[in-house]
């Protein structure tokens, strides 16, 4: 299924996977909250069945001029919203089914080992689109693919000099 597919899928699925507090998940990386604070980069959890955020540092307003507040209310929706109309598309369509596929061919004790990127512009609340680079790991999945994700947002804009969307 392409994203929004995949999401609207998760809708309608009664069954949850009982998810730990968000807490036990920040625990695991509250290590770096100190670093993470100082680098222009956003550290967030993703709940694709509520399309959530469970958690957005402060960096978010550093990078995008929204605040981890306005994201965590907005949802992923909101997140959308930000995407290039380019980019979404592509993202939608090709990038996210290529992702999932691979996710979904993985043993469930293996996806843990995996980190994934991907670039997409993003436009910040002066209407200005910046580049980010967005680094996650799968916090929890089931057959379907990715249910509950942790990663890192950064502005690359300075770094590059196209708008081509690669995953890794």
Do not use: W
């Not at 998940?25 to 956003?42: G, V």
């Not at 980019?87 to 979904?104: R, V």
Request: proline share 5%; net charge negative; charged share 20%.
């Amino acid at each position: 299924p392409n994203y929004h597919e995949y999401l609207e899928m998760l809708e309608k699925t009664a069954e949850r996977l009982p998810y730990k507090d968000v807490d036990y998940y920040l625990k695991q990386y509250s290590f770096m909250s100190n670093l993470i604070d100082l680098m222009p980069c956003a550290v967030y959890i993703l709940d694709y069945y509520t399309r959530s955020y469970l958690y957005a540092s402060k960096g978010y307003q550093a990078i995008s001029g929204f605040t981890g507040q306005e994201l965590m209310k907005g949802g992923l929706d909101f997140a959308l919203s930000t995407f290039h109309p380019d980019d979404i598309a592509m993202y939608a369509t090709e990038t996210f089914p290529h992702l999932n596929s691979f996710i979904k061919s993985l043993p469930n004790d293996e996806i843990p080992k995996y980190r994934f990127a991907v670039n997409y512009r993003s436009k910040r609340t002066d209407g200005v689109y910046i580049m980010l680079l967005q680094q996650f790991v799968v916090l929890e999945a089931n057959e379907k693919g990715p249910l509950l994700t942790m990663g890192i947002m950064t502005d690359i804009t300075a770094h590059t000099t196209n708008n081509a969307i690669k995953l890794s």
